[in-house]
């Protein structure tokens, strides 16, 4: 189970492992409730780090909110909770700054309160290890990647649009190299939310209505995150609309303000720039794309002018839907650490060393 950067719910699957292999047996969303949401998109507006006091409450009702989404999974599949050997949970991410003097990733959504809830076996607080072994606890899902997408031949690359855009470059060998790249939906969300009050941009359809500011794109491609490949990791506390509102005084000084659209356009264009930046050095043969972006055409649309080499597709052409990659993940490093194998994530995050990533938190019987 995750809930990403987007925020709009958790996404819950349920997965067998025959041969190794994901099995997706079911799978759903479960929306956040309307104030619950508010109190979250509160929490993180403003790039800053969440007061310590706002934290506890949050956590005890995400975590309601994740076992609800398994309780639930779990009835319409028919399939009982005896039966699940792990939940894998990621929780939601309010907080990540790996390269500060106190590195840290938050993750709300405490793993014990879903093993009592659930009373399944809960596997959590997979950033943590990594981060105290010097890495950046993100990106990991090119640990999924390299093990369901390794290309037979070349080398292939695996996108995921979620509210941050990350790539696993990975090679016939089963190399795997990966780093977020920067925004994909995250500020395209905030900018609809806030002139158009809608939570997404539908297939792109009012950015592909506005028009590429050229000097606004290059004041946002000048941000520093976008010079070095990585390992690096980033999220919504630095991407916002308080990181946008400075550039987009000074890309239109005076009396020219950009209208809405053209703003959410040339955003668009930015996603599209800097994934494509990103991945056109390794020049690979193809790009799998998943997660919530893979609906956005538009979006597509921009990255296949920007990298005509390399055919896009839904990672669904590879056997497994885009909506559920990052649930599969889940469970993939769950099964990982139940079975105590450490994740080399050396050339991903920068760790030092192979750790177990994740803790694990059984649910306790009461007398």
């Not at 956040?32 to 949050?58: I, K, S």
């Not at 840290?104 to 093993?115: D, H, K, M, R, T």
Request: proline share 8%.
């Amino acid at each position: 189970m995750i809930s990403g950067t987007s925020r709009d719910g958790v996404d819950a699957v349920l997965a067998a492992f025959p041969a190794g292999q994901p099995q997706l047996r079911a799978a759903l969303c479960l929306p956040y409730p309307p104030d619950l949401a508010a109190r979250l998109e509160r929490l993180v507006a403003d790039g800053r780090r969440p007061a310590a006091a706002d934290l506890p409450p949050l956590d005890a009702e995400i975590a309601g909110h994740f076992a609800a989404a398994a309780q639930r999974l779990l009835r319409e599949a028919g399939v009982a909770a005896a039966s699940v050997r792990a939940i894998g949970s990621h929780g939601q991410t309010v907080w990540h700054e790996p390269g500060g003097p106190h590195p840290e990733s938050i993750q709300l959504g405490s793993p014990a309160l879903i093993a009592q809830q659930t009373g399944i076996c809960t596997v959590g607080d997979f950033r943590r290890a990594d981060i105290a072994a010097g890495g950046q606890g993100a990106p990991l899902a090119p640990l999924l990647h390299r093990a369901l997408f390794r290309p037979a031949s070349g080398t292939r690359a695996v996108l995921n649009l979620g509210g941050i855009a990350n790539v696993s470059i990975i090679d016939r060998e089963g190399g795997v190299i990966g780093f977020d790249t920067g925004p994909a939906n995250c500020l395209l969300d905030a900018w609809i939310r806030r002139h158009r009050g809608e939570a997404l941009d539908r297939d792109g359809a009012w950015a592909a209505g506005g028009s590429v500011d050229p000097l606004l794109l290059q004041t946002l491609l000048a941000d520093p995150y976008f010079g070095p490949r990585g390992p690096k990791s980033t999220g919504i506390e630095y991407f916002n609309l308080a990181w946008l509102q400075p550039l987009l005084r000074r890309s239109r000084p005076g009396d020219h303000p950009l209208t809405p659209a053209d703003v959410q356009a040339t955003l668009a264009e930015l996603t599209a720039a800097t994934v494509a930046d990103a991945i056109r050095p390794f020049a690979p043969a193809d790009i799998l794309v998943c997660g919530g972006g893979v609906h956005n055409g538009d979006l597509l649309r921009r990255m296949r002018r920007r990298l005509p080499d390399s055919p896009l597709r839904s990672t669904a052409a590879a056997g497994l839907d885009p909506d559920w990659v990052e649930g599969v993940l889940f469970a993939w490093l769950a099964r990982e650490r139940m079975a105590g194998r450490p994740q080399d994530t050396r050339r991903i995050t920068g760790a030092r060393e192979a750790v177990l990533l994740g803790s694990v938190f059984e649910p306790v019987a009461v007398r």
